[in-house]
């Protein structure tokens, strides 16, 4: 069996012999290569003659002073750079693997996207059991706040900040609906008008929010107005309130598919949903952990369909 055979030749051959075979190839000099590797030239010569004992062939052909590769030695080249690519690669993906041992996972998010992370983080999390999640939840600006001091490797937002150099990667749809009691004299209607409803009463989530920044933007777009009666910094709390008939409101309607969500109703109106969209976001120049990055790739092969829109 001729493959056999070569087998057998090939597989005398030692790492360190390839190694400076191929420093005197790339050199092409002897005495060069043993400089770089801190040999003698004796050294160089026995290494490079075992390793032709071994190929049966010459490597090299001194012409004048010039050394010259054989069609053996060319042939033997190229496998030892394979070779030692292939180990490089291997290299990197045992450490990476390390990496996704042990590591650790930071996360910055909006309130309205800690309804719909755990569809990715748990699935990432069974994956590599062996890593820790930390998971910081604030409003849009609390979350810029972080992004801009470096705080975390990814961040969630809807309207990711225009003024850093950021990465955004499109996630998911978030559309803000009009929320009101179940009970209230316009669930149930058809294609309401704004004007129906602009009276609300409104609660609102606080500045600083990103909910808060779309409805503004959506509102100024329309030409319409609304007077927030209340100021309310979380989402949950104006679920209950409004619930309790308090006001209306208006909020990602990922936000309804939490406990706590019986009382209310989604209004039908004209000109909504407001569409908006989660991205995962990193500051440009961050160096990404590996775990980040794997985080990352995992959130492209798996993002849309785990976190397909509520209808
Ligand atoms: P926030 O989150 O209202 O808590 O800032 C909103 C978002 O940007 O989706």
């Not at 003698?40 to 490597?59: C, F, G, H, I, N």
């Not at 069974?126 to 975390?152: E, S």
Request: charged letters at 20%; one cysteine or more.
């Amino acid at each position: 069996m001729p493959s056999r055979r070569r087998a057998l030749h090939t597989r005398q051959l030692t790492f360190r012999q390839l190694e400076i075979f191929q420093a005197v190839a790339e050199a092409a000099s002897f005495t060069r290569a043993g400089e770089a590797l801190s040999l003698t030239q004796s050294t160089v010569s026995t290494q490079v003659r075992k390793l032709a004992d071994v190929v049966e062939a010459p490597l090299f052909e001194l012409i004048g002073k010039r050394v010259y590769l054989t069609d053996t030695g060319q042939a033997l080249l190229d496998g030892s750079r394979e070779l030692f690519g292939a180990l490089d690669r291997l290299e990197e993906r045992l450490a990476e693997l390390k990496g996704l041992q042990r590591g650790t996972l930071k996360v910055a998010m909006v309130t309205t996207a800690k309804y719909v992370a755990p569809r990715l983080l748990g699935p990432f999390c069974a994956r590599h059991p062996g890593l820790d999640v930390q998971l910081k939840v604030g409003n849009r600006q609390q979350v810029i706040d972080r992004l801009a001091a470096n705080a975390d490797d990814l961040y969630v937002f809807s309207h990711p900040p225009q003024e850093l150099d950021i990465v955004a990667v499109p996630l998911v749809d978030n559309p803000l609906v009009v929320i009101a009691p179940a009970a209230h004299p316009l669930a149930g209607r058809r294609r309401l008008r704004w004007r129906q409803l602009q009276a609300g009463p409104w609660l609102m989530r606080e500045a600083g929010s990103g909910t808060r920044l779309a409805i503004e933007r959506h509102m100024a777009r329309h030409g319409w107005s609304l007077m927030p009666r209340m100021v309310i910094e979380s989402n949950e709390a104006i679920k209950q309130s409004v619930a309790s008939g308090l006001g209306l409101s208006i909020l990602s309607r990922h936000t309804l598919e939490a406990a706590g969500s019986t009382g209310l109703a989604v209004l039908d109106v004209q000109g909504f949903p407001i569409r908006t969209r989660w991205s995962l976001v990193h500051l440009r120049e961050k160096r990404l952990s590996v775990v980040a990055r794997a985080f990352l790739d995992f959130v492209n092969e798996v993002g849309a369909q785990v976190l397909s829109p509520p209808a």
